[in-house]
Nanobody
Framework: QVQLVESGGGSVQAGGSLRLSCVASTYTGCRSDMSWYRQAPGKERELVATFEDGGTTTYSDSVKGRFTISRDNTKTSLNLQMNSLKPEDTAMYYC???????????????????WGQGTQVTVSS
């Protein structure tokens, strides 16, 4: 089991910045994509940004140009720099690692999806 621990959430005024971090408990050596998701009260969890195994980064339209995702080479650390925050960015933010698309079957740590417990981000107007 890989544990993901997020940190860096908090309360900030609109226009401010926060930097989220996610640290994995174990180096797996698996090919994997690492992502940030968020879930606001009463809404479904949505994908915010992904750092693919090969280095490609993708963002949701709502955060493009404001958020930057980064990852270390060991794939044990994932960050999300959030600038120009808006009240609609308020949510619980979750870190995820997903290696399922790279393996036909799960073995040891590979081919699995892991989630963190989340860190709260609150943006006031």
């Amino acid at each position: 089991q890989v544990q993901l621990v997020e940190s860096g959430g908090g309360s900030v005024q609109a226009g401010g910045s926060l930097r989220l971090s996610c640290v994995a408990s174990t180096y797996t050596g698996c090919r994997s994509d690492m992502s940030w998701y968020r879930q606001a009260p009463g809404k479904e969890r949505e994908l915010v940004a992904t750092f693919e195994d090969g280095g490609t980064t993708t963002y949701s339209d709502s955060v493009k140009g404001r958020f930057t995702i980064s990852r270390d080479n060991t794939k044990t650390s994932l960050n999300l720099q959030m600038n120009s925050l808006k009240p609609e960015d308020t949510a619980m933010y979750y870190c995820q690692t997903d290696s399922s698309r790279y393996y036909r079957a799960a073995y040891e740590y590979c081919g699995r999806i892991y989630w963190g417990q989340g860190t709260q981000v609150t943006v006031s107007s």
